[in-house]
């Protein structure tokens, strides 16, 4: 009888509960409600689900008292999964998922574009300041703007070369923030354009032939790798799906690359970054920053697109809707649903959308540049 | 922090992100200028000698009028017309035109829809 009250009484101390009961385990118990709270806004509010899921599962499971899961924990499953973003191999995997299912062509019938999809950048570098003004390490900051580029496999890929232990706030807060584009961005959008603006409807975009669909992609690459060498990753796999897609001879890789490879990088990619998150790095006033310097780069990012929207606006007297600017911050296609919908709720017969889709890929060619250069500056201030 | 760190890192930033997407639109311009030809509408061709009422006449009597539902409007005709013509290269004739089965409030036409749906399937 002894024997077995031993036992139990060794499975008792030794187990979760036990190491819940001090000081440290409240943080982990915050940490597992957090977690918790994440998982209801995905499951429930579908808030980005596809990744806030794995991430607040992979928090869960980093946040248990003596498991030791984490991404940083040597020796466990999350530990070797997690190479894969260490080593920077799963948001290049999950861009050439993306490229295949992009089309590129409102934006090669109308390569303006491109100057929105520029514009909405800005948001990145207003934010990097703030981030140094608040104290944060130049790398830090620059891991934290990127955040304004509205594109998770960016901002994430930016943040494990530059800052890897941010990587669990910034993924939160870059993809919830990205789940809440329809709600952050109408009233800037509305606040910086007059009713007029927004009645504008915008002329027929050109057919695209194939063979420039074929090209832009080769012609892409070479560009921007030749410019900003550090993004030749995310820009090579991007446009290596989307090619893959466009070509046409390759259809069972296209469709692999768009399907089972990008599902399986996605869920490999949420559960390890979530599991970065734990209580001693995520409960920190630096998350709280991180949240409310989110919210600030998108904000910015969304109001430069629509500024220079304004300016093409009146450069081609009223032929530009300025509310496809707003679409220049990446998060495909949500904010050029976004620009759709205010556009016809002011007049119902107006159809921005695929107008709005050509800033809206080329805010993903934008992003990825902007992370380069970043990359490129920032990483010798690594420690 | 040092402001002129900063500073250097926003202008070096900005200013290559526009750099390299302003090149992109101008080689986009000069590959659509190569690339794109519109199609010019084809023009119409001369008749070798010139239709007679009577033949124009006789052309009218082999493409009898369909039988139309009252309260379609001639703009509709002409439009569903025109698509049968393109569609079958002028060899279609259209028996009757008539509405379809009264669509339940607050869905769209089956023409909106189809449009909607070619418009927005790659996205």
Same mark, same amino acid.
């Given at each position: 009888m002894d024997i077995f009250l031993n036992t139990l009484q060794g499975i008792a101390q030794s187990s979760g509960f036990a190491a819940l009961g001090s000081v440290e385990g409240l943080k982990y118990l915050a940490m597992i409600i957090i977690a918790c709270v994440l998982l209801y806004l995905a499951i429930v509010?579908?808030? *980005? #689900? $596809? $990744?806030l899921l794995p991430i607040a599962f992979g928090m869960l499971l980093a946040n248990? #008292?003596? /498991? !030791? $899961? !984490?991404?940083? /924990? *040597?020796?466990s499953l999350l530990y070797y999964l997690y190479q894969g973003v260490k080593l920077g191999i799963y948001p290049p995997l999950i861009f050439m998922g993306v490229g295949a299912m992009t089309d590129f062509g409102p934006l090669i019938a109308n390569p303006k574009s491109f100057i929105l999809g520029a514009a909405a950048q800005i948001g990145i570098f207003m934010t990097f300041f703030g981030a140094l003004a608040l104290g944060f390490t130049g790398p830090e900051a620059g891991a934290i703007g990127i955040i304004g580029g509205a594109d998770g496999p960016t901002a994430i890929y930016t943040t494990g070369k530059l800052a890897p232990h941010l990587l669990g706030p910034i993924a939160v807060a870059a993809y919830s923030y990205m789940a809440l584009v329809p709600v952050i961005q109408p009233p800037i959008m509305k606040l910086l354009t007059t009713k007029k603006e927004r009645c504008i409807v915008m002329e027929q975009l050109r057919p695209v032939s194939k063979r420039e669909k074929i090209i832009f992609p080769v012609v892409v690459t070479i560009i921007v790798s030749l410019i900003v060498p550090d993004s030749t990753a995310l820009i090579g796999m991007l446009m290596l799906g989307n090619l893959m897609k466009e070509c046409g001879v390759v259809e069972r890789i296209a469709k692999t690359a768009t399907n089972e490879l990008m599902n399986i990088v996605t869920i490999l990619l949420g559960i390890t970054v979530g599991a970065t998150a734990t209580a001693d790095t995520f409960l920190t006033a630096q998350t709280l920053f991180i949240i409310v310097l989110g919210v600030i780069a998108f904000s910015f990012g969304t109001a430069s697109g629509l500024v220079f929207g304004k300016i093409m606006c009146w450069a081609t007297k009223g032929k530009v809707n300025p509310l496809i600017g707003s679409a220049g911050v990446s998060a495909v296609p949500m904010a050029a649903r976004v620009a759709q919908r205010v556009g016809q709720k002011e007049? #119902?017969?107006?159809?921005l959308l695929m107008h709005a889709m050509g800033p809206n890929v080329a805010g993903v060619i934008g992003s990825a540049v902007a992370a380069g250069v970043l990359i490129n500056i920032l990483t010798p201030y690594v420690k | 922090m040092d402001v002129s760190f900063a500073l250097a890192v926003i202008f070096t930033g900005i200013v290559i992100v526009f750099l390299v997407l302003v090149l992109l639109i101008a080689i986009m311009m000069i590959m659509g200028k190569l690339l794109y030809k519109p199609q010019q509408p084809a023009a119409p061709q001369k008749p070798d000698t010139p239709a007679s009422p009577h033949r124009a006449a006789a052309g009218m009597k082999a493409a009898p009028m369909p039988i139309v539902e009252s309260g379609i409007e001639e703009e509709t005709i002409a439009v569903i017309s025109a698509a049968i013509a393109a569609l079958t290269g002028g060899a279609g004739r259209i028996a009757s035109i008539r509405k379809a089965a009264g669509r339940s409030h607050g869905k769209r036409r089956a023409w909106a829809s189809a449009g909607l749906r070619e418009n927005t399937q790659p996205f």
């Open positions: 509010k579908q808030f *980005e #689900p $596809l $990744l248990i #008292p003596v /498991a !030791n $899961l !984490n991404s940083h /924990a *040597e020796g007049n #119902p017969t107006n159809f | -």
